[in-house]
């Protein structure tokens, strides 16, 4: 019993799928593994999926690369469950997992076949269907739809599917240009993936997916398909201080991460239960993105006289008023001072001793400077992406200024009463260090805390140039990208067009000049970003290719061979456009390929081609067909022949009446 499908996308362009049957199914490059994956990026044994009672898992067995769910690795040997419909990276390989319950205790449900479009036009010689009118989708989920491309002329048609409507890299093809025979059907699935962001706020775009064939881009047939996206959920909370001094308020720092409006509300718990809680009360609302801050007591229930002062654990829970009714918690401590410190008690019982050594005291105290002290500096996270507020908090004593420092640089001067600071990253990126410097009493303290910014990764650039090849035609090419925010940059399908020898990764932004090579068909360029944090981003370029075209000077004879010896198999009408797709090894004759598919050589100075390309870069073929044995008369001399007298035999002729002649030869 089938319990799911991986949809498997390769480099090319492919889609291969697989159902997926029994208890556990392995997947690798080995052969005993249940789905064999033909690529030297995934290893021998890969990954494993389970089916327990209806739970689905997914295992990485030690992978070399590494397996991804919606582009977070999996740690190695530990099972992951899964959802209805998972996005896994495994190696070059875009892999979709579907869910399937082909359970007989639970009725199937019918297929819809209201959702299903047919579009077709009277003069148009293809037809679509798409199996959706609309899809439903979440931010980092994804959703598909697959759309038939039906081909009703008589000849073969290279078509191009195109989607508009969406923002840019939210819509997956996985054959953007794909070729049908007459008659045939293909099939080519459609992924959308929205980025999980704040600011993609739930709405329904109208998209449609517009398809066209080469021969006649003015012709183009469009399926209307709503893609609605939902809102999903996300939260951050922190404290400023995990540990609260006596008498010091709680500040909590809240951050609505989720692409839809938050409702919260706080409450705070003890172990103990020696403490009580003054929160803000009733809703907190948060709009998608919001962050804000909080404050609070921690409330001693009852407060000794007496006593040491005591610490006590306590956690502020957040419970979200949407469907979802999540609930995070932070966890810090309090210290709770005793109402009396026993040296007030003894204070009491020789107070004019007890006043005379304070007064002592505090002269001594004024006369003695106290030091500067910064202690406790932390921020509210050590990774953040680059334009994300950072929040830096301290706590300082005895001094008069406080210089913040990033990287040693001077950023800002605050009074020596401040502990907090909010600073704007987006002017920075990479390993970051802040120092909060105070001053006090001719004395100089520091204290640092490191931070990694990291940049938003998008495909700014990704092309080749030229972007149009001819056929059998030695082109030179040059590659290039630019990939901001990027660590490492993978381009795959250059092993199709050249063999020389090329770079695995290359960085965020370069070009691969002078790649050599023959095109025989269209070739798609990808490009798989890595940033430094494990996110991934992929871009795909597809190089066309261009038949090699010359014009007939005169009449040209085509031969079997490229030899004048050969046998004729047809002519070239003066003026005649026609394909060439080699020439012979001496470069003295083109091979034309007939509207009917036969081959024949022509002379190639009776031949003039377009300026697209250049002749001598024309592939060469050596193994052509062998001339005609050339034929030579021989004479042979014979006796002149000797004629005998004529014999007078007599010739009965039978006629009605016989006569007797005599015949004489002459």
């Known amino acids: ?54 739970v689905v898992s997914i295992t990485d067995l030690d992978s070399e690369n590494g397996t991804y769910i919606d582009s977070i690795r999996l740690p190695s040997n530990e099972a992951r469950v899964l959802d209805g419909v998972e996005e896994i990276q495994a190696g070059h390989l875009r892999i979709i997992f579907t869910a399937l319950d082909e359970s007989p205790t639970a009725p199937m449900p019918l297929a819809n076949n209201d959702d299903t479009q047919r579009i077709e036009l009277e003069e148009a010689t293809f037809r679509l269907q798409i199996d959706a009118t609309k899809l439903d989708v979440w931010p980092a989920a994804s959703s598909s739809a697959e759309l038939s491309i039906t081909n009703m002329g008589e000849e073969t048609q290279l078509y191009n599917v195109e989607v508009a409507g969406l923002p840019r890299g939210w819509a997956r093809i996985n054959r953007p240009r794909l070729e049908v025979e007459p008659n045939e059907t293909a099939n080519v699935l459609i992924n959308i993936k929205p980025p999980r962001r704040y600011d993609n706020a739930p709405t329904t775009y109208p998209t449609q997916v517009n398809v066209y064939a080469d021969e006649r881009p003015d012709m183009v047939l469009t399926a209307p398909l709503d893609v609605r996206i939902h809102a999903f959920n996300g939260f951050g909370m922190a404290l400023a201080r995990p540990f609260v001094e006596n008498r010091e308020s709680i500040r909590l720092f809240l951050h609505n991460q989720g692409s839809g409006p938050l409702g919260i509300k706080l409450h705070g718990t003890s172990p103990s239960k020696t403490v009580s809680f003054q929160l803000p009360s009733g809703i907190l609302r948060l709009a998608p993105g919001q962050r804000m801050q909080v404050t609070g007591e921690v409330v001693p229930r009852q407060r000794a006289m007496l006593g040491q002062p005591t610490v006590h654990r306590f956690d502020i829970w957040a419970q979200s008023q949407g469907p979802a009714k999540f609930m995070a918690a932070v966890s810090g401590k309090a210290e709770i001072a005793p109402r009396f410190k026993p040296w007030q008690l003894i204070a009491i019982g020789g107070i004019a001793v007890s006043l005379l050594l304070l007064g002592i005291m505090a002269f001594i105290g004024l006369l003695t400077p106290r030091p500067p002290v910064i202690r406790d500096v932390m921020v509210n996270s050590g990774q953040l992406e680059q334009g994300e507020t950072l929040i830096l908090s301290w706590v300082a004593e005895n001094t008069n200024d406080i210089n913040i420092r990033v990287n040693q640089a001077p950023y800002l001067t605050l ?33 640092s805390v490191p931070v990694y910014i990291y940049r938003e990764m998008v495909v700014e650039n990704f092309m080749a140039d030229p972007g149009n090849l001819v056929r059998y035609v030695v082109t030179t090419i040059t590659v290039s990208w630019d990939v901001p925010g990027a660590t490492t940059v993978e381009i795959n399908g250059l092993e199709a067009f050249t063999n020389a020898p090329l770079e695995d990764v290359y960085g965020p932004t370069g070009t691969i000049p002078g790649v050599s090579g023959v095109a025989s068909g269209p070739i798609i360029l990808a490009l798989r970003a890595e940033d430094a944090v494990g996110n991934v981003a992929e871009d795909t370029f597809t190089l066309t290719v261009s038949d090699a075209y010359c014009v007939a000077n005169t009449q040209v004879i085509l031969r079997e061979g490229p030899n004048p010896n050969n046998q004729q198999i047809g002519t070239v009408p003066s003026g005649e456009r026609v394909i060439v797709d080699a020439q012979d090894g001496g470069a003295g004759w083109l091979r034309v390929v007939l509207p009917s598919g036969v081959y024949g050589w022509g002379e190639r100075g009776f031949f003039t081609c377009d300026e697209g390309f250049r002749v001598e870069e024309l592939r060469a073929i050596l193994d052509v067909p062998a001339p005609l044995p050339t034929m030579t008369a021989t004479l042979v001399p014979t006796p002149t022949p000797t004629l005998a007298p004529p014999s007078p035999t007599p010739i009965i002729v039978p006629t009605v009446a016989p006569v007797a002649t005599n015949t004489n030869s002459q």
Not at 19 to 45: F, H, K, P
Not at 421 to 429: A, M, N, P, R
């Open 415 to 447: 009074p020596g009463n401040s502990n907090h600071v909010e600073i704007d990253t987006s002017e920075l990126s990479g390993d970051i260090v802040l120092t909060v410097q105070g001053t006090g009493n001719g004395e100089t303290v520091e204290a």
């Open 1 to 54: 019993m089938a319990f799911g499908r991986l949809d498997i996308f390769w480099p090319d362009g492919r889609l291969e799928s697989v159902t997926l049957s029994g208890q556990t199914v392995s997947v690798g490059r080995a052969a005993g593994n249940t789905v064999v994956l033909d690529t030297e990026t995934v290893s021998r044994y890969h990954f494993s999926m389970t089916n327990e009672h209806g």
